[in-house]
């Protein structure tokens, strides 16, 4: 999936035991060792470029932030994140979202990270859940634009096309994954009431069951979002996201249906925060 930079992307929440949402891009089908057939993959492929297509219309925007935080290219500085000696996050917003970040680096970190996770996931596909996301994680002058263009990008016929019904529900006897982990941040700019942070993912997206189209499958991508300190919390301003870096695959054996929809059930996410 893909966000642009207005805003650009879709959301459900880590340590609640719900799925994320996020369509595959590759990936071998549930319950058989073999690649999925050309026509298989082609349907996921079309899938994929519809929905970064949806995500880019609801997200306008450029999200250009690969330069360094002083404007000069070269290698930007990297270190292992360390604990900062502060409390974690414990506070949650009423949609069960992560609230109450510091305002420093740090800080902006988390919520990017947090925000990352719930931006991609299966909550924001359903018209019920959509508004407490986007209220809470965006900027409130963002908020009444952003609800309007996922509303009609997320429609009952887009939802149709992915397998869901107007609620945004998985079929009986099929669950709709889409988790999302992150895997390092980095931030690019900081200001004290701005910052840009760039969070590295990997994630599992589709839909379980023997007769899916769109099997669960395994994905790499950067996001890169615009944060505002407002209303004592770091919010999204705009965010984008794009492709990678992704390793070569491992020669992992595929698990049955029935067993990643186990998982899912099973394995709760996680908070974001140090």
């Known amino acids: 999936m893909s966000l642009g930079d207005d805003h650009e992307s879709s959301g459900g929440y880590g340590g609640t035991g719900q799925t994320r949402t996020r369509l595959p891009d590759s990936g071998d089908a ?4 073999r690649r999925r057939s ?18 880019a219309f609801a997200n306008r ?11 000069s290219p070269g290698k930007p500085e990297t270190s292992a994140t360390a604990p900062s000696g502060k409390r974690p ?7 069960g979202i992560p609230s109450g970040f510091a ?17 991609v996931s299966a909550d924001i596909l359903k018209p019920a859940r959509r508004p407490e996301i986007v209220r809470q994680v965006f900027d409130a002058g963002k908020v009444s634009e952003l609800e309007k263009n996922l509303d009609r990008v997320y429609s009952k016929a887009f939802l149709e096309k992915v397998g869901l019904d107007a609620n945004g529900d998985a079929p009986k006897g099929s669950t709709y994954v889409s988790r999302t ?15 840009t942070v760039e969070v590295w993912c990997t994630g599992v997206f589709g839909m379980t069951g023997e007769s899916s189209q769109n099997p669960v499958t395994n994905d790499w991508f950067t996001m890169t979002l615009q944060l505002r300190w407002t ?7 705009s965010f984008s ?22 998982a899912v059930e099973e394995f709760g996410g996680f908070t974001y925060a140090r």
């Open 103 to 119: 305002q420093d680096q740090a800080g902006a970190e988390s919520a990017a990270a947090n925000y990352a996770v719930v931006l």
């Open 241 to 262: 996201q794009k492709e990678g870096p992704a390793p070569v695959n491992g020669d992992n054996r595929v698990s049955t249906s029935d067993a990643i929809s186990k």
């Open 89 to 95: 996050v414990t506070a949650k917003s009423a949609a």
């Open 61 to 71: 925007g450029d999200g250009d932030t690969s330069s360094s935080t002083d404007g």
């Open 30 to 33: 549930f319950g058989d060792p």
């Open 181 to 195: 982990m992150p895997v390092g941040t980095k931030v690019t700019d900081f200001s004290g009431s701005t910052a």
């Open 231 to 237: 209303d004592g919390d770091w919010k999204v301003d």
């Open 38 to 55: 050309s026509r298989s993959l082609v349907t996921v492929v079309g899938v994929v470029v519809l929905l970064i297509a949806a995500i």
